[in-house]
Every structure is written in structure tokens, then in C-alpha cells.
């Protein structure tokens, strides 16, 4: 090609224009190939649900090497499971009496995994450790309250755990620390815990459901609060709800934390908050997403999602409904939407990443199990359609211009 090229080139001058149109229709054609395979690559959908169980995921985080820790809904019920590095499956929630029940797993620093089988309790899956189990009670003060989530947040040499607790007639804030940095063996990392009061200023009308670590005794909730005056488009007896967000302080001590202040969304609801690589917060939501400085300072991003995953490189996915046409990456706080070949073909209910996959699990329109996934790696890369594109108009259009280039000196030396 590039001695027919070099031949052209050296003809009379209308042969040159000739040849430089033709370059500049390969680079149009070029183009629009390229944009033509501009859908999302390295996608896979299948019709069950994990690859070692079938059945509905409802929930599950992933740990390091392809493990994960899920229940499942399936033939023979509900089930808590963990897959190891070595590929085995272990029922470790058959001594629970309401799976379903359980709202949250929280992922902590040693890859232990915490949850909450029942009232005034939690109980820590040492997964790293031939999954060893460590329990603890709380009945300070001889309150039954439910724990709907736990965030983690570190403090010098140890750690503290904040909870979302139902209190029966409104949901509030405990605190729990010091942890000592090894949770095993659990009688010296919780030797010297403390349980605090619940949070003495949170507002009636609101209702706590997540929570994340912040930073330097900072923490953010997420919750609903009931308007009832409803909207002009409702009824005064049945109130509406709207999203908000809470910055609640508290560190080390046997203080009860405090809400220190409040923001709220105009509609909506929040379903997940994503602690990013550099310690701000994704508060992603049905109507829109709300980034959470460290300063505390707040920005809303125009993107309503179902469900949010961190992926390995600190790239947020935000998943649409069944049937939306692309999905939305945000790098740095800047929203890309991710063009897909094919409608979403599932209901999301949960999602993660592992191993540079995003795995999204829920429903398809029949109500039976699927699994959709992304391999983060596939996008620009030389096997996908538009990587491959790419590879061949940069290779081309290098020959093209370097033949322009050796022609235009040759001919530059011959008139000297």
C-alpha cells in the first residue's frame, strides 16, 4: 500500500489532490466505522444467577480472588453463602432464622464480613480466617432495637463502627469502638468497646436507613422524610417522603453521636452510598446522585440509577431500569454514559465488582434469576470492535502520512 500510495503521490499535481481526497474520505469512513461500534464492550448476560448457585441474588459483596459473600433465594429457600479462593461453598447462614431479614453485609478492613441475625446483635464472619464467627450483644441499656446497616471507619490504631438502629418508634445512630485493628482473636480487638446512647436530636419525621464513613469523625446517613403537608398532587392522608442526607459526628467515647446538620432532595429515594478512593461519597439515587466532599460541601449530579457499584480502578456504574440503553461511568465526579447494544434486560437488585468485572444480579421479565456483566478491561482494548477500529485507522493513517512526509522531503532535496 504505501509504495502505490508513494507512486500517486509522485504523478502530475491533479493526481496529489486525488490522492489527498481519497485520504481524507478514509478518514471520514474511518470515523464513522468507528462511531458505529461505539456500544459498550466486554458485556455478557446470562439467564441464572451465580456461577456456583443458581437461584435470586439478593444481596452480596465481593472479596478479594472471585470470593464473595451472598444470599440467595432459590429452590430450596433462602440461603447465606461464601464462595473461597479454593471454589468451595459454605452455608454460613443456616442458623438463622430470617435470612430475608437481614438488611446490610458491611465489608471490613481485614475482609471480614459483619451483619445483624437478630435484635441487639451482631455477628462477624472472620471469611480470612476458616471462617470463624465472633458475636456481640448489645443490651447496655435494655432497649430492643434492629441494626439496619454498619459503616467502618478508621482511627489511628483502631476502629470505630457506627449503626443504623430501629428504636421502634423512630430509627437513630449508636456508636461502637474502639477496635482494635486484628479481630481476632475477638477477646482483645473488642476487649475495651463501648456502646453508646442512641442519637438524642434525630427528628421524628426522619428515617434512617444507610450509613458511610466520612472521615475524621465525620459520617454521612441517608434516609427519607415523611412531608405531611404532601404535594399538590396528593392526598393530606397519605403523606409523601423525600430523601435526605445527614452528617452526623461522632468519635471514640461513650457520647451518643449528633446530627450535626441535614440536606434534603427534592424527590427520589437514596439506595446506595459508595465511599470513593479518595474518601468522598457517592450518594446515588432513582432521581439524581449527590457527591459528598470531604469539606462537606455537596454537588448534585444529574443521573437517576437503581443500582451503584466502585469498580478496582474508582469508576462508579450506574444501572437504569430494565430496558435503558446505556449506563453511566463516572470518572472524578464526571458522568460518561456508556451506550449498550442491546436494552438492559434485567431488573437490578444488586451489584459489585470483582476482578475488573462488574457483575449486576436480579430479575428478568419472566421473574426468573439473571447475571449481567461488564469487563472494565475490554473497553478500548484491541479486541473489542471499536479497539480493533482504532488499531487499524491509527496504523493506516501512520503509513499514509509518513509516505506524505518522506514524498514532501525527497521532493524538497530535488528542488534545492
Known amino acids: 500500500m504505501a ?10 499535481s491533479e493526481h496529489q489532490w486525488v490522492a489527498i481526497a481519497g485520504f481524507f474520505v478514509f478518514i471520514i469512513l474511518g470515523a464513522l ?7 459498550l464492550p466486554g458485556v455478557d448476560y446470562r439467564s441464572h444467577g451465580l456461577e456456583a448457585m443458581d437461584g435470586r441474588v439478593l444481596d452480596i459483596v465481593y472479596g478479594n480472588s472471585d470470593t464473595y459473600t451472598a444470599i440467595v433465594l432459590g429452590n430450596e429457600g433462602e440461603m447465606m453463602i461464601h464462595y473461597n479462593e479454593s471454589g468451595e461453598i459454605n452455608d454460613i447462614g443456616s442458623d438463622y432464622d430470617d435470612i430475608l431479614g437481614m438488611s446490610f453485609m458491611t465489608k471490613l478492613h481485614d475482609g471480614s464480613m459483619v451483619v445483624s441475625p437478630s435484635n441487639n446483635t451482631l455477628q462477624v464472619f472472620h ?3 476458616e471462617q470463624q464467627r465472633t458475636s456481640i450483644t448489645f443490651n447496655n441499656d435494655q432497649l430492643s432495637f434492629d441494626i439496619l446497616d454498619v459503616a467502618e471507619q478508621r482511627n489511628e490504631d483502631s476502629y470505630r463502627w457506627l449503626m443504623v438502629t430501629d428504636e421502634a418508634n423512630s430509627t437513630s445512630l449508636r456508636g461502637f469502638g474502639p477496635i482494635g485493628s486484628p479481630l481476632l482473636p475477638a477477646q482483645d480487638a473488642f476487649a ?3 456502646e453508646t446512647s442512641a ?3 434525630s427528628a421524628s419525621d426522619i428515617s434512617w436507613n444507610m450509613v ?5 469523625g465525620t459520617w454521612i446517613a441517608a434516609g427519607s422524610m415523611i412531608n405531611v403537608f404532601g404535594t399538590d398532587d396528593s392526598s393530606p ?3 409523601t417522603t423525600h430523601p435526605v442526607i445527614g452528617f452526623i459526628s461522632w468519635s471514640d467515647g461513650p457520647s451518643a453521636p449528633m446530627l450535626t446538620s441535614i440536606e434534603e432532595l427534592d424527590k427520589g429515594d437514596i439506595h446506595s452510598l459508595i465511599r470513593l478512593d479518595n474518601g468522598t461519597i457517592l450518594a446515588a439515587g432513582s432521581d439524581s446522585a449527590v457527591h459528598i466532599a470531604k469539606d462537606r460541601t455537596t454537588t448534585t449530579v444529574d443521573v437517576s440509577s437503581v443500582s451503584a457499584t466502585l469498580d478496582g480502578n474508582g469508576a462508579v456504574w450506574m444501572f437504569g431500569s430494565q430496558g435503558s440503553t446505556s449506563v453511566i461511568r463516572m470518572i472524578d465526579g464526571v458522568p460518561e454514559k456508556m451506550p449498550l447494544a442491546r436494552p438492559l434486560p434485567l431488573t437490578i437488585e444488586t451489584s459489585g465488582s470483582s476482578s475488573d468485572v462488574i457483575y449486576a444480579h436480579g430479575i428478568d421479565s419472566q421473574g426468573d434469576p439473571a447475571t449481567y456483566s461488564i469487563d472494565t478491561l475490554a473497553i478500548g482494548s484491541i479486541e473489542s470492535g471499536r479497539g480493533f477500529l482504532n488499531f487499524v485507522f491509527f496504523t493506516a493513517s501512520s503509513i499514509v502520512m509518513g509516505v506524505m512526509l518522506w514524498t514532501a522531503t525527497k521532493r524538497m532535496r530535488q528542488n534545492k
Open 212 to 216: 458511610e464513613n466520612l472521615g475524621d
Open 3 to 12: 509504495k502505490g500510495w508513494r507512486s500517486l503521490l509522485e504523478e502530475e
Open 199 to 201: 442519637m438524642a436530636n
Open 33 to 39: 466505522a468507528i462511531q458505529g461500534t461505539s456500544s
Open 237 to 239: 392522608a397519605a403523606p
Open 127 to 129: 471469611v480470612n480466617d
Open 192 to 194: 475495651s468497646s463501648v
